[in-house]
């Protein structure tokens, strides 16, 4: 799959949807570049673009939409809540895909460069791509807003990273870095402007100065009216959800505003948000409220709830979560994608993958699946409501496994991959010819960790097996007997594909290593399908 790379301009125009349009439309119309989301808000006179792509595709994004920005937006005419210092106020790059974060410290340097050489305008770097610790928060560089750059630009200190140190009135400054992920997250009150600033000094890491810190880490805070909306918001800007994460946010607002007798009436994302992000909600919310959601869009379903995202406007998880807008490159390509039937004619087809590898993880993906299946027919009925506590526990590891079974259907078609792309190096001098051979070394043992992950997944779930075969709905007995074989044959098949692909690797370490794991794991699944089965049988009507 291809490099990929967020970029999420934020422009100082909420109100004019001619604007709006336009910069949309250069970033649409930049090749390579996807627009995934436009977020406006009238009071905060602002909209952030979201938009992905190629490291190079995206910074003439970002560009073409600053051109774009230049030609329509005079920042001497601009009011609104949200604090800002430019008509392009803030350009982060995000990675997202095959990227790493000095590869985005380029692009906002190249970036940077280029928009200071082009417009002729101040421009700093932050975050990691910060030259001084003072200039790594947005808040240190934007402090006193467009208003405070005409005395704060002949100050030394704050000379720009690019262009000039001079106040140019119709655009001001901007900032551009790279970051982590960072969620806009705005929690709804009704209450006055001033009540949800007092709550976000209480939350937002830096507090009310250093000698009163706020509660949450990694959390940036500010309280302000929506005069459309007729309410006031905690708006909050999450650096790092794994650090604070979106439900501690939520949760700790609505405590703060219980304090002071204040209804919370839902929350807003601005902008798109990770999946793990609205997971990690879901998994607290199950445990905080002890409830059993097995599928994705149900546990979404419920944080939509919980934290009343559709408040507002409608939350369309299709559109708001940022894995299901990534252009994934051909899923018409995805083995797992096809038919059933599809997918049987092409491992019938006269071409090396998908081969027995594919199969291998295709036959484990049902018998972990046939084996959810059964305690899902155990779990939630009278006769069996004593066993409702074990299904519980016991259904989530064979669900789950299923999935990354699944996943390696097309991992293992393209687990040969690095090591055909490593024949193709050149060879021509000894240190050509000792980078291909390492190469190829590397592309081996990868095609065979495809298979060995597939045996190591399956040994997780013998010992749940073996616990839903002594207590399982016995109408299901066949769905379990074919549940432990195709899990059996899927480590049969990982085996033998671990095997042909060891003997070409000359580390006799790994080698040796390699094939001892794997033998233990086929005869482990031998035994423990065998068990499984005499459990079944031993069981009666």
Same mark, same amino acid.
């Given at each position: 799959?291809?490099?990929?790379?967020?970029?999420?301009?934020?422009?100082?125009?909420?109100?004019?949807?001619?604007?709006? @349009?336009?910069?949309?439309?250069?970033?649409?119309?930049?090749?390579?570049?996807?627009?995934?989301?436009?977020?406006?808000?009238?009071?905060?006179?602002?909209?952030?673009?979201?938009?992905?792509?190629?490291?190079?595709?995206?910074?003439?994004?970002?560009?073409?939409?600053?051109?774009?920005?230049?030609?329509?937006?005079?920042?001497?005419?601009?009011?609104?809540?949200?604090? $800002?210092?430019?008509?392009? @106020?803030?350009?982060?790059?995000?990675?997202?895909?095959?990227?790493?974060?000095?590869?985005?410290?380029?692009?906002?340097?190249?970036?940077?460069?280029?928009?200071?050489?082009?417009?002729?305008?101040?421009?700093?770097?932050?975050?990691?791509?910060? $030259?001084?610790?003072?200039?790594?928060?947005?808040?240190?560089?934007?402090?006193?807003?467009?208003?405070?750059?005409?005395?704060?630009?002949?100050?030394?200190?704050?000379?720009?990273?690019?262009?000039?140190?001079?106040?140019?009135?119709?655009?001001?400054?901007?900032?551009?870095?790279? +970051?982590?992920?960072?969620?806009?997250?705005?929690?709804?009150?009704?209450?006055?402007?001033?009540?949800?600033?007092?709550?976000?000094?209480?939350?937002?890491?830096?507090?009310?100065?250093? @000698?009163?810190?706020?509660?949450?880490?990694?959390?940036?805070?500010?309280?302000?009216?929506?005069?459309?909306?007729?309410?006031? *918001?905690?708006?909050? !800007?999450?650096?790092?959800?794994?650090?604070?994460?979106?439900?501690?946010?939520?949760?700790?607002?609505?405590?703060?505003?219980?304090?002071?007798?204040?209804?919370?009436?839902?929350?807003?994302?601005?902008?798109?948000?990770?999946?793990?992000?609205?997971?990690?909600?879901?998994?607290?919310?199950?445990?905080?409220? !002890?409830?059993?959601?097995?599928?994705?869009?149900? $546990?979404?379903?419920?944080?939509?709830?919980?934290?009343?995202?559709?408040?507002?406007?409608?939350?369309?998880?299709?559109?708001?979560?940022?894995?299901?807008?990534?252009?994934?490159?051909?899923?018409?390509?995805?083995?797992?994608?096809?038919?059933?039937?599809?997918?049987?004619?092409?491992?019938?087809?006269?071409?090396?993958?998908?081969?027995?590898?594919?199969?291998?993880?295709?036959?484990?993906?049902?018998?972990?699946?046939?084996?959810?299946?059964?305690?899902?027919?155990?779990?939630?009925?009278?006769?069996?409501?004593?066993?409702?506590?074990?299904?519980?526990?016991?259904?989530?590891?064979?669900?789950?496994?299923?999935?990354?079974?699944?996943?390696?259907?097309?991992?293992?078609?393209?687990?040969?991959?690095?090591?055909?792309?490593?024949?193709?190096?050149?060879? !021509?001098?000894?240190?050509?010819?000792?980078? +291909?051979?390492?190469?190829? *070394?590397?592309?081996?043992?990868?095609?065979?960790?495809?298979?060995?992950?597939?045996?190591?997944?399956?040994?997780?779930?013998?010992?749940?097996?073996?616990?839903?075969?002594?207590?399982? !709905?016995?109408?299901?007995?066949?769905?379990?007997?074919?549940?432990?074989?195709?899990?059996?044959?899927?480590?049969?098949?990982?085996?033998?594909?671990?095997?042909?692909?060891?003997?070409?690797?000359?580390?006799?370490?790994?080698?040796?290593?390699? +094939?001892?794991?794997?033998?233990?794991?086929?005869?482990?699944?031998?035994?423990?399908?065998?068990?499984?089965?005499?459990?079944?049988?031993?069981? $009666?009507?």
């Amino acid at each position: 799959m291809p490099q990929l790379v967020e970029c999420v301009p934020n422009f100082s125009e909420g109100n004019s949807q001619e604007v709006i @349009d336009a910069i949309s439309r250069a970033i649409a119309q930049t090749p390579g570049c996807v627009l995934l989301d436009v977020d406006s808000g009238p009071s905060t006179n602002r909209t952030v673009y979201t938009f992905v792509g190629q490291p190079n595709d995206v910074v003439e994004g970002a560009l073409n939409a600053a051109r774009a920005a230049a030609r329509l937006i005079d920042m001497s005419k601009h009011k609104g809540e949200h604090p $800002r210092m430019g008509a392009l @106020d803030v350009c982060p790059f995000i990675p997202v895909r095959d990227v790493s974060m000095d590869e985005c410290v380029l692009c906002a340097q190249a970036f940077g460069q280029r928009l200071a050489e082009e417009l002729d305008v101040p421009v700093y770097l932050y975050g990691e791509a910060a $030259r001084m610790a003072s200039r790594q928060t947005l808040p240190a560089i934007r402090a006193g807003e467009y208003e405070a750059l005409p005395e704060k630009l002949k100050q030394a200190e704050w000379a720009p990273d690019f262009g000039p140190a001079t106040f140019v009135p119709s655009w001001g400054a901007t900032a551009t870095g790279a +970051r982590k992920f960072l969620i806009a997250f705005n929690i709804n009150l009704l209450s006055t402007k001033e009540q949800a600033h007092r709550i976000a000094l209480n939350l937002r890491e830096q507090g009310r100065g250093k @000698d009163q810190p706020g509660l949450l880490k990694k959390v940036q805070g500010i309280g302000w009216y929506l005069d459309e909306k007729n309410l006031a *918001q905690v708006s909050t !800007n999450l650096l790092d959800f794994e650090v604070t994460a979106l439900h501690t946010v939520y949760e700790e607002t609505c405590r703060e505003a219980q304090e002071l007798n204040l209804p919370v009436v839902g929350s807003q994302l601005v902008g798109l948000v990770p999946l793990k992000a609205v997971l990690d909600a879901a998994t607290f919310y199950c445990k905080k409220e !002890n409830l059993f959601i097995l599928e994705e869009e149900h $546990r979404i379903r419920l944080v939509v709830n919980r934290l009343g995202l559709d408040s507002l406007s409608p939350f369309n998880p299709k559109e708001r979560i940022i894995e299901y807008l990534i252009p994934e490159g051909q899923p018409e390509q995805c083995l797992v994608n096809k038919s059933l039937g599809a997918f049987v004619r092409e491992v019938g087809a006269r071409s090396a993958a998908p081969g027995g590898g594919s199969v291998a993880a295709a036959v484990a993906a049902m018998g972990a699946a046939l084996a959810s299946m059964v305690g899902l027919m155990t779990y939630g009925r009278r006769q069996f409501e004593h066993l409702d506590a074990e299904m519980r526990r016991l259904i989530p590891p064979f669900h789950k496994a299923s999935a990354q079974l699944t996943a390696l259907v097309d991992t293992d078609a393209q687990a040969f991959a690095g090591y055909l792309e490593a024949l193709k190096l050149p060879k !021509n001098t000894l240190e050509q010819r000792d980078r +291909r051979l390492a190469a190829m *070394q590397d592309g081996l043992k990868q095609a065979v960790a495809v298979p060995l992950s597939l045996a190591e997944t399956v040994a997780s779930l013998w010992p749940m097996l073996q616990e839903l075969a002594l207590c399982g !709905n016995l109408a299901c007995r066949s769905d379990l007997q074919v549940a432990a074989k195709a899990l059996e044959t899927g480590v049969f098949g990982a085996y033998f594909n671990v095997l042909t692909n060891l003997k070409d690797i000359t580390d006799k370490g790994f080698r040796d290593q390699t +094939r001892q794991r794997v033998s233990s794991l086929l005869q482990d699944a031998q035994t423990q399908a065998a068990l499984v089965l005499d459990h079944l049988e031993a069981r $009666r009507e």
